[in-house]
């Protein structure tokens, strides 16, 4: 083991270009952010800011037209140096994905167990009857009641929290280090996605798998977070514990971002803060702070030079030019 | 004074699908009513209704005391300069052949409101309240950002100055931060305005950002109606109490501190919906009774709230919901 | 497990008027469709300004110059008649071209107020789908003939037979846009602002549904094309001396052993011009069709 092996996923530099019919854009802009073993990492942007993105490029799941480099070291193995075939082997077993949508991620016409066995016999070769036991186990596990039942019925036959449900099941069938979950809750109601969270949490507890959750929904991040990076323009503007993040955001897109949710714990009288103009879309990457145009504190150092993720005054990293002091009034 | 909407037992069956089945509300003059429901609930059909967009079933949707629920489309057409709806999606809710002029003008222009150049002045007007430059007139919906196209939304819906607006999960499909400037314009254009809002959605918080009083509607039926301080503070019926419990509060030293009421099962299926009252295979609290007898909407407590259920005393005290009980399955 | 976050918004902009232009410029970054462009314009400005580029009268005889092979005074040589193949097949192009843009046109003409009605009216579906199913079951050429005997061959009647064949395809993607922007968020919303049915088919849906209709159109001008040479060979289209390509190489079979060339370059004329059509047609398709996800 050499130093540093203690972290399960490291991604250093990690820059993504897409070539579209209007030219370059910059999906991803030199993110670094790394996670430990049994660890729950939010990746938290609003829509466009490379966060989904920079979870497909974590095993090769980009499409042709996407320019990736960096390094990315999952377990001691650089991930773009490998072969597809090798990536193949590491995406389901080692690292599993969850998406939005779990409809259009389930084969119709195959019975739930047909699923999950499938998974179970290509990645862990196992028989039919093993298979299926283990596959009610893994129902049961993510909290579906009356599993053999399920197991003989077909996606459309599931309600949507039941889908995702099962989608997480053949995710973490095969006991992955590191489960990458996309907006998991998000097409879900409120009393869906507590139970979502309280799966992920369980996988946790249970097998030991690291999380990483990118969502755009910061009562999520607040549910079951430890880490939150913030992610805007493609770059890494905040990383911190999530208590510290929202006691203490640093960055003034994280703060805009924490006063335009209306919060019933903290009432905001007079309206929500709202964040002028709009995310923008880059070719390259500027020498500037990609939030300067849109942020009150901006100023000539800020439009000029590109501020580098640092240590702010609240003991987090910050990529910011000048980092906010003032804590979040309680 | 004759409230804006009233809506008296209403019923609309989509087929077997028994979407809305029974719902009374009302919405005062210049008044905020949040309705809140889940998926299924039947909320953005009730929604449909009152705006006339789907034939009603039957019941009573009266809008200032004129009963609509069932004139025929042609009755109906000069009486709906009095009430609209604005839409969740803000990429299908706008013509993408129409400019942004021509979509905001469209309402006055079917009404026979005002000359060609008053309507003009009045888009450019309309333009101005919702925050938008008046060079978009000539825009394409297409050229503009989510927000922007929903504050087009809200402007043709406004144009002909109704008394009435639907708002069915206008900010459901924004970013955070756009939610937050549409959120604040709906607040800032009602108050200015006054005219009364039905606002439909499923996220808690904006309703407390909102609205005045609460409804919370669970598979067709209304189950709690309430002053919106009371029924954050307090909520009563137990679906409102999970609801609430389950909405996480977007700061970690909160929402780790929370009880939460985690509801076992889905929601039952609107073609076949349970016994009794509706909420109990799934009520972590619920007793025999609730599995017979149909509770109705009552008053209870003394602020005047209504609840629908067995367990809530005349006086306002509700059951104690304690959190994660597995409720039996009761088959799928 | 890709993921099309990134292609959503394009395939957006693919619906909206705009992006008509950028559509057009995606189909000529296609080589093969940008080809096909260039022929048919080509094509149609040769049958437009047959008068000034053919070097003799369609119908001008010249016996002692019958049956000869291409060379530089008759590029495409000359039929038995002795007239000039290639000011021939120019003219032939007029008539071909005619009959496509025409047929297409009637075809929309009836297929589209049809379509609307039937997506838009549920009751009237029913009847309209049994219209449309009556029309298809009846073949084409049966129709062809018959109208024939009623009417006299003649490019009216090959117009009206093969446009009246095309009905129901137009009925059908009208019908299937109709029901599906029915249920767009801004009919509704219109519907609210007041709007009667008249103005919801006239504005909100109609113009909605152009791009599937041009997309249908494409493969229905081709299609018309080869129709028209298929009746016109069988002598129910235009009647002699008035070249159609479908004419030439009818009235060319008996001598294609003596003169080939009568029937190759009409021949490749048809066949050059519906394909290259049809390459058009394919890549706008593509441009246009926001459900065609491109990587």
Known sequence: MKPGSDRLLDVEELT??????????????AASFALGPGEVLALVGESGCGKSVTALALTGLLPRSAAVSGRITFAGRNLPGLAERELRRIRGRDIAYVFQEPMTSLNPVLTVGRQIGEVLRRHQGMGGSAARRRAAELLELVGIPLPHRRLGEYPHQLSGGMRQRVMIAMAVACRPRLLVADE??????????????DVLRTLRAEIGTAVLLITHDLGVVADIAERVVVMYAGRTIEEAHAEALFARPSHPYTRGLLDAVPNPARHADGGLREIPGRVPVLATSPDACTFADRCGHADGVCRTRRPAFARGPAGHLVRCWHPLAVPVPP | MTPTLEIVDLVKHFGPVRAVDGVSLTVGVGEVVGLVGESGSGKSTLGRCVTRLVPVTSGQVRIRGRDIALLSRRAL???????????????SSLNPRMTVGDIIAEPLRLHRLGSAATRRARVIDLLDQVGLPADVVRRYPHELSGGQRQRVSLARALSASPSLLVADEPTSALDVSVQASVLNLVGRLQRDLGFACLFITHDLASVEFLAQRVAVMYLGLLVEIADRAELFAAPRHPYTQALLSAAPIPDPAVQRARRRIVLSGDVPSPVDPPPGC???TRCPVAVERCAVDVPPLRPVGPAGALVACHLVDDDGTAPEVSAAMPAPSLGS | MTVLELTTADTAAAAVPGSRRRALRRVLRNPLAAVGLVVVVVAVLAALLADLVAPFPYDRTNFGAALQPPSPAHWFGTDELGRDQFSRVLFGLRASVGVGVLSVALSLAVGVPLGLLSGFYGWLDPVISRLTDTLLAFPFLVLAVGLAAILGPSLATATIAIGVAQIPAIIRVTRGETLRLRGMDYVAAAVAGGAGDGVLLRRHILPNAVNALIVQATVNVPAAILGEAVLSFLGLGLRPPNPSLGGMLSSAESLFRDGPWLVV?????IVLLTLALNLFGDGLRDALDPREVRR
Request: charged share 20%; no cysteine; aromatic share 10%.
């Open chain 3, 265 to 269: 370059f009409p021949g490749v004329a």
């Open chain 2, 77 to 91: 057409r000069p009486l709906r300069r009095d009430f609209t709806i604005v839409f969740q999606d803000p990429s």
């Open chain 2, 278 to 280: 509706r909420f109990h």
């Open chain 1, 16 to 29: 993504v270009r897409f070539g579209t019919e209007d030219g370059a854009v910059l999906a991803v802009d």
């Open chain 1, 184 to 197: 998991p809750t998000t097409a879900l109601d409120v009393t869906v996605q507590a139970g979502i969270l």
